[in-house]
């Protein structure tokens, strides 16, 4: 008798929450990162990610787990022609770059 594929396990190495979230920053969780998410393409299209943003930056910046956002922020608001695309599991940080973004009047 044969099995199907053995399941996929998502490794996340790290913690994805820390200390409980502030009012503020559920607030901003709630409020300001749906305007600020990427939304994955229906089944089949492919994701234009100069489209995501308004005018079309020069380039796309990928950062991959960056942590509580201040590199992220701090690139943001020094180049405000390249489009930022950051990538983090842990709540917290997330959280932090939103605050980051909100306090700096960052797009």
């Known amino acids: 008798m044969t099995q199907g594929p053995p399941p996929v396990r998502r490794t996340v190495h790290g913690r994805r ?5 502030r009012a503020g920053q559920k607030r901003l969780l709630a ?35 960056f942590g ?18 950051g990538a983090e599991v842990f709540v917290n940080g997330i959280a932090s770059l939103l605050g980051h973004l909100a306090r700096g009047g960052i797009g």
């Open 68 to 85: 509580g956002g201040e590199h992220l922020a701090w690139q943001a608001e020094r180049h405000p022609d390249v489009g930022f695309i």
């Open 31 to 65: 409020d300001l990162l749906p305007k600020l998410a990427v939304a994955l393409p229906a089944p089949g299209a492919q994701l234009d990610p100069a489209a995501l943003f308004e005018p079309r930056p020069r380039e796309i910046w990928l950062e991959i787990g």
């Open 17 to 21: 929450r820390g200390r409980r979230l």
